[in-house]
């Protein structure tokens, strides 16, 4: 269907009517073709006409000469329950020279869920009337996935906010550079922000959004703070919201957990950057909390007007509220933990204390990859064995220069050039060019790594993570990590052992490595009190990210010396170990006194 005229008659309008529908499923999505070229060809809009609703809801507009060319359009209409109808209008405002065409539209996921004969397995949800089987996390989140209402029947409305009737018991939080706002439909600035809200699909229906233009200024935020939660225990609790990210200049969104009230948590999900012109659902499961808990949700200012940021739809599932207060952290105490009392002992200062029983043990035995103290206390504040970074523990490894330079953590240490915990599924777009899409353990975008970004910092910088010190190592011990190095610019990666004020370089790599993981091997041997460190060095531009996966310390407990006397195949070191006698003489340090490498053998 196309319109050609040049005319100079003022102000018409030609109407372009769908048939009727009676109702949409949840995932519904409408896309089309659209042709708008010409000098003065003026702007064209997709309108949504709700049986019972006088105001249309514009659900997309093209405002001007977009080229001889044929452009797709998406539009999300998800659930509508009341009969509706489309309308393409083109308005043509004094004169109009041009070409407006529309070809091979498109419905996707409209029909409701079919019916099902049976709908058994702990995670599903039988709709009573449809007799659709649908996915219980589909529960009483706001939206009508049976086309019935009845998942979304009995549900605990101080659970959920669909923001029609306020806030709910969500609140502002007064220490942000400034609020969410309520609002219907469109936001004010074109080209960013939602159009409708998620709830009703309409132009009546109301969510929060974030204002990006003056005068908020680049890195300003907005949080809202959830009621507060009894601890999650065993059960998991769900969190599910509905965001909305468009706009050239959207900037950052992300949610963060915390148990003290006036702290910034820890981040649970993050998504930055244009995610186009649709309400997106996110499911969040909020696990291992001992202590009551509060949820955050902060959205942070692009550079420029168009980065408004949409919130709608939000409900927890599995959780119960709290009723008390968070507890405050006074602003004196630094980050340090104070140990509880240790059990009574007869220990001197050169013995390490084990928690559970009191027991003495030697100092050497401490941070040796081999658990000595019954409750394994001499090995809690090491390094781990095997690290995945999977449930987001960095296993004992930390940043030295970053804890000098915050102290109690309050300096922002936010553009300095250091390692962090990524992921692919948080990557921002241009990103995976140079940081990895996949993590190494389980192969999806949402497995966690550690990275060092290079959109911090300058060329030259270095970024260290260490492990605590290690007291004694055994003849074999390795450790195995995978890397990442792709990237136009990537500096380096070393690992480097530290003993005292003496470090010495095990392993370098430099320059892009393709865009696969590569697994490292480096031989530690017999070593003590020492530590080993991972250095990345910043390459020429951002283009550099270095990041590793799985790091593996292997066969490094030390020896032990047996209650028995070597075999005949074996050979008694000076210091009554026992080793192979195939070990003898071949430059390695097996007995750790190296008496199996003496030239008198």
């Not at 498109?106 to 659709?132: H, I, Q, V």
């Not at 306020?166 to 502002?172: A, F, K, P, Y």
């Not at 030697?362 to 658990?371: L, N, T």
């Not at 055994?474 to 380096?492: D, L, V």
């Amino acid at each position: 269907m196309f319109l050609l005229k040049n005319s100079s008659s003022i102000s018409q309008v030609a109407r372009l009517r769908s048939p009727k529908f009676r109702q949409t499923g949840s995932n519904c999505t409408l896309s089309f073709w659209y042709y708008n070229y010409g000098q003065s060809v003026g702007a064209a809009e997709m309108q949504l006409l709700v049986d019972g609703l006088k105001q249309p809801t514009v659900l997309w507009r093209a405002y001007y000469n977009e080229g001889n060319q044929w452009l797709k359009a998406v539009i999300q209409l998800g659930r509508l329950s009341h009969p509706f109808q489309l309308s393409l209008e083109k308005i043509s405002l004094g004169f109009y020279d041009g070409v407006s065409a529309i070809d091979d539209i498109t419905f996707e996921n409209c029909a409701l869920p079919p019916p099902a004969l049976s709908c058994d397995g702990p995670n599903r949800f039988w709709c009573r009337d449809t007799k659709a089987c649908i996915d219980s996390l589909l529960v009483c989140d706001l939206v009508d996935n049976c086309g019935d209402g009845s998942d979304e029947d009995n549900c605990n409305p101080d659970l959920q906010c669909n923001f029609e009737n306020g806030l709910c018991n969500w609140e502002q939080d007064v220490e942000d550079d400034f609020d969410w706002i309520r609002i219907q439909g469109p936001t004010p600035t074109v080209n960013t922000g939602p159009l409708k809200d998620h709830t009703t699909g309409t132009a009546r229906g109301h969510y929060l959004y974030m204002e990006s233009s003056e005068p908020h200024q680049f890195q300003d935020k907005a949080i809202l703070l959830s009621p507060l939660f009894n601890p999650s225990g065993n059960g998991t609790c769900i969190f599910r919201f509905h965001y909305h990210m468009f706009g050239k200049q959207v900037f950052k969104l992300s949610v963060f957990q915390r148990t003290v009230s006036n702290t910034k948590g820890w981040l649970l999900w993050y998504k930055f950057g244009n995610q186009g012109n649709r309400w997106i659902r996110q499911t969040l499961y909020i696990t291992s909390s001992s202590k009551p808990f509060q949820i955050l949700v902060k959205g942070i200012v692009g550079d420029g007007f168009t980065g408004d940021i949409g919130l709608d739809d939000v409900s927890f599932l599995g959780c119960t509220l709290y009723n008390g207060n968070l507890p405050t952290i006074s602003t004196t105490t630094s980050g340090t933990s104070v140990p509880a009392t240790l059990p009574m002992n007869n220990c001197t200062e050169k013995e390490f204390v084990c928690r559970a029983s009191g027991h003495c043990i030697q100092m050497i035995q401490k941070c040796d990859f081999r658990p000595d103290c019954s409750d394994k206390s001499d090995e809690s504040a090491c390094v781990m064995e095997v690290c995945t970074f999977e449930d987001k523990n960095q296993c004992g490894w930390y940043q030295p220069a970053l804890e000098q330079m915050s102290g109690n953590y309050s300096i922002h240490t936010t553009n300095v050039f250091k390692w962090e915990l990524g992921r692919g599924a948080n990557l921002y777009p241009e990103q995976e060019k140079h940081c990895p899409l996949i993590d190494h353990t389980t192969r999806t975008e949402e497995g966690w790594y550690l990275f060092a970004d290079s959109s911090n910092g300058e060329f030259g910088h270095t970024a260290d993570i260490a492990t605590p010190v290690i007291s004694l190592t055994g003849p074999k011990c390795k450790i195995i990590f995978w890397n990442h190095m792709n990237g136009s610019t990537i500096g380096s990666l070393e690992v480097l052992c530290k003993t005292g004020n003496k470090t010495s370089k095990l392993w370098t790599q430099s320059g892009s490595q393709g865009p696969q993981w590569n697994r490292a091997e480096v031989f530690l041997g017999i070593r003590s009190n020492f530590q080993v460190v991972f250095r990345a060095k910043h390459g020429v531009s951002y283009m550099g990210d270095v990041a590793v996966d799985d790091i593996t310390f292997e066969d490094c407990s030390p020896l032990l010396i047996p209650g028995r006397p070597c075999t005949s195949e074996e050979f008694t070191c000076a210091n009554k170990y026992c080793i192979p006698k195939d070990n003898l003489c071949d430059f390695v340090n097996d007995c750790a006194d190296n008496s199996d490498e003496s030239p008198t053998i």
